[in-house]
């Protein structure tokens, strides 16, 4: 599979004092980094997972890719493009190739639009006068599994479970070739999140669009994901592939996620499980050396002071540990 999203040590920072601020405070540097030195590769037809905990930075990337933050360093090339370097007008042709699945299925939809209104109003905003509204909107409900004449509905008049197919059926309208998808089964009962999750893995591969998820539901990764990021202050700390990371995690912190997962099959828990302690450390006072060493149970003054190395095992998993765990 060839690539269409490639990301190379992208930085994403954000303001934390005005320029007078900074100034009277003697601030030389009035930033934090949400995103930092990341990089990533996504293959045409294949679903990437960002795993990590809240605030880790998983959000911002995404909105990086999708051209609504500015990166402050490194480069993001789609379908050999570079999307750092574009105009407003290539941003826009850049914005129909990828869509979103927004978190909040509900509050992202328009109370003052109906259904059908909602799922073509991307035709719209891009000029597409071709289109037979009434037409695309039934056949975009029946891409994921709602009866037509739901697009008379409005957005309160929906559970949860069709607000979220409504925002896969607006995410698929314009033809995407990359659908970044924000935690797809946040506040669905345990049944939806598998009807959820069996719709997107049909529409990759009737359609042929790649996936990015976001979620911190390691037990849907491991439903739809073929590779997996782990995501830690704002840095990956490790990635591959799902199988190689869920059957030999390599990174403490990645162990730590895995030991934390509920599972119903306790005869199949995972080896040397271990708990984290203490709190995730601000943005605003990243720790020296390995940014985890202030929460890993396997840390030496050595992680204290110097930033761990990269390490590349079998099948590509790369991690940033001194200390890597199954190497075997």
């Known amino acids: 599979m060839s690539k269409l999203l490639s990301i190379k040590n992208l930085r994403v920072r954000f303001r934390t004092k005005s320029p007078l601020q900074a100034m009277l405070?003697?601030?030389?540097?009035?930033?934090?980094?949400?995103?930092?030195?990341?990089?990533?590769?996504?293959?045409?037809?294949?679903?990437?997972?960002?795993?990590?905990?809240?605030?880790?930075g998983k959000s911002t990337l995404a909105l990086a890719v999708a051209g609504l933050l500015n990166a402050a360093e490194g480069q993001i090339k789609f379908m050999n493009e570079d999307v750092t370097s574009m105009t407003s007008s290539q941003i826009m042709a850049y914005r129909k190739k990828i869509s979103f699945i927004w978190q909040n299925s509900i509050g992202s939809l328009s109370p003052r639009m109906s259904v059908g209104s909602l799922i073509t109003e991307g035709y719209k905003i891009h000029n597409l006068k071709d289109r037979d509204l009434k037409m695309e909107a039934d056949r975009l409900l029946k891409l994921v599994?709602?009866?037509?004449?739901?697009?008379?509905?409005?957005?309160?008049?929906?559970?949860?479970?069709q607000a979220r197919r409504v925002g896969v059926a607006r995410a698929i309208a314009l033809d995407p070739k990359l659908i970044i998808a924000d935690e797809p089964t946040a506040g669905l009962d345990v049944s939806v999140q598998g009807e959820i999750l069996n719709l997107l893995n049909k529409l990759k591969d009737d359609?042929?669009?790649?996936?990015?998820?976001?979620?911190?539901?390691?037990?849907?990764?491991?439903?739809?994901?073929?590779?997996?990021?782990?995501?830690?202050?704002?840095?990956?700390?490790?990635?591959?592939?799902?199988?190689?990371?869920?059957?030999?995690?390599?990174?403490?912190?990645?162990?730590?996620?895995?030991?934390?997962?509920?599972?119903?099959?306790?005869?199949?828990?995972?080896?040397?499980?271990?708990?984290?302690?203490?709190?995730?450390?601000?943005?605003?006072?990243?720790?020296?050396?390995c940014e985890f060493h202030t929460r890993c149970p396997f840390s030496s003054k050595h992680c204290d002071n110097e930033f761990p190395p990269i390490h590349t095992f079998d099948r590509e998993q790369i991690l940033t540990c001194h200390y890597p765990l199954n190497k075997n």
């Open 25 to 56: 405070q003697k601030i030389d540097d009035p930033y934090i980094d949400a995103v930092r030195q990341v990089s990533l590769d996504i293959k045409q037809g294949e679903t990437f997972t960002l795993v990590g905990e809240s605030g880790s």
């Open 145 to 161: 599994g709602l009866p037509t004449n739901i697009k008379e509905r409005y957005a309160h008049e929906l559970s949860g479970g």
């Open 207 to 289: 359609l042929g669009v790649s996936l990015f998820v976001i979620t911190h539901n390691l037990n849907i990764v491991r439903h739809i994901s073929d590779r997996t990021a782990v995501m830690y202050l704002g840095r990956f700390v490790e990635q591959g592939q799902t199988d190689d990371i869920f059957a030999k995690p390599r990174h403490p912190y990645t162990l730590a996620l895995l030991s934390a997962n509920l599972t119903p099959y306790p005869e199949a828990s995972l080896k040397n499980r271990i708990e984290l302690k203490g709190e995730v450390p601000s943005l605003m006072n990243r720790p020296n050396g």
